[in-house]
């Protein structure tokens, strides 16, 4: 297919899908006068994938935007989302061998937890019961640092679950993910259910940073706006909406926002202005400062018994803005 043919069949898509249907006339508008102006003209095939994905995010400020290049040829597909077996396996596998997102989870000196997440992998690939394990791990601390820095985004059904240890058994609604497509939202709750304790009365900080991505951004602005968790660190990405993605030939795909997600107090959600911390400090530096305010929370709570106080003044006496877990 030509390029100016790729870039009619891309436009067309975005001009079908694209969840905010009032952008796509400028969108459409200035991917062509690029493309007249010689954008895309000395390209390779890798390449011209990469410049028309940066040109879309830029036109429609939205990071969801991807044009993806497959050298191997691919089969058509009947859905856009479909997968085959194989790449279903292999996801699965990359899935269990990054522990489902969870890299660490440890309890820290003067019993702060710490979890860290790396990627909200899909419930049915096996999150759920590694997300279980981590907060029956956790339950017994005394506050809970959740580091989502870098945190690619994922499932929000993963999130949804992550959230859900942080309220009691009265499920919370947390968004609507609306599409343009009539009757189709759906919402998500916090679950009335789980196979574990539950984080309630106790501090939990939330650690984020500019490359904290998507579903990442969703559990953080929903502890957020809740006044569930204090966020420290660095004003997150802006990317909430959710994509899909669709074939146009045997090697292209093009990756599209088709649904944005709606909260229920704010009204709105976090795309392209990001997550705010409400405590703000420098990515290598905010688990230190979460850690510090956490610890002095505790020392200075009345009901410690000796033992515990002691622990939490040793613990700051040998803090250091280098302290990592």
Not at 74 to 80: E, G, V
Not at 89 to 101: L, S, V
Not at 169 to 182: F, G, M, Q
Not at 224 to 232: P, Y
Request: charged share 25%; glycine share 4%; aromatic share 10%.
């Amino acid at each position: 297919m030509r390029t100016s043919e790729l870039v009619a069949c891309f436009l067309d898509r975005v001009d079908a899908h694209y969840v905010i249907s009032e952008r796509t006339a400028v969108i459409r508008e200035r991917i062509e006068e690029k493309h007249a102006a010689g954008a895309y003209a000395s390209f390779g095939h890798q390449a011209f994938a990469e410049s028309m994905t940066a040109d879309l995010r830029e036109c429609a400020d939205d990071l969801h935007f991807k044009v993806v290049y497959k050298e191997e040829p691919q089969l058509a597909r009947a859905t856009a989302t479909e997968e085959t077996p194989e790449e279903i396996a292999e996801f699965r596998r990359i899935a269990r061998f990054n522990n489902y997102g969870c890299s660490a989870v440890k309890r820290l000196a003067g019993n702060v937890g710490y979890w860290k997440i790396g990627e909200f992998y899909d419930l049915i690939d096996g999150s759920g019961p590694t997300f279980v394990a981590a907060m029956a791990m956790l339950s017994n601390t005394d506050a809970v640092l959740v580091d989502l820095r870098n945190n690619t985004g994922g499932d929000p059904a993963a999130v949804a679950l992550a959230c859900s240890f942080f309220f009691d058994v009265e499920p919370v609604h947390l968004n609507t993910i609306e599409s343009r497509s009539a009757g189709s939202a759906r919402q998500w709750w916090t679950l009335p259910h789980l196979e574990c304790d539950r984080y309630l009365d106790k501090e939990a900080y939330v650690l984020i940073n500019e490359r904290t991505f998507s579903a990442a951004e969703d559990f953080a602005y929903n502890l957020q706006a809740l006044g569930r968790a204090t966020l420290v660190g660095q004003n997150t990405a802006g990317a909430a909406h959710v994509r899909e993605q669709f074939q146009v030939d045997a090697h292209y795909f093009i990756n599209i926002p088709t649904q944005r997600p709606v909260n229920p107090k704010t009204k709105t959600n976090w795309e392209g202005r990001g997550v705010a911390p409400d405590v703000e400090a420098a990515s290598e530096a905010s688990f230190a400062v979460a850690y510090r305010m956490a610890l002095r929370s505790l020392a200075d709570k009345n009901d410690a018994t000796s033992a515990e106080k002691q622990e939490i003044r040793q613990a700051l006496r040998e803090f250091t803005d280098e302290t990592e877990p």
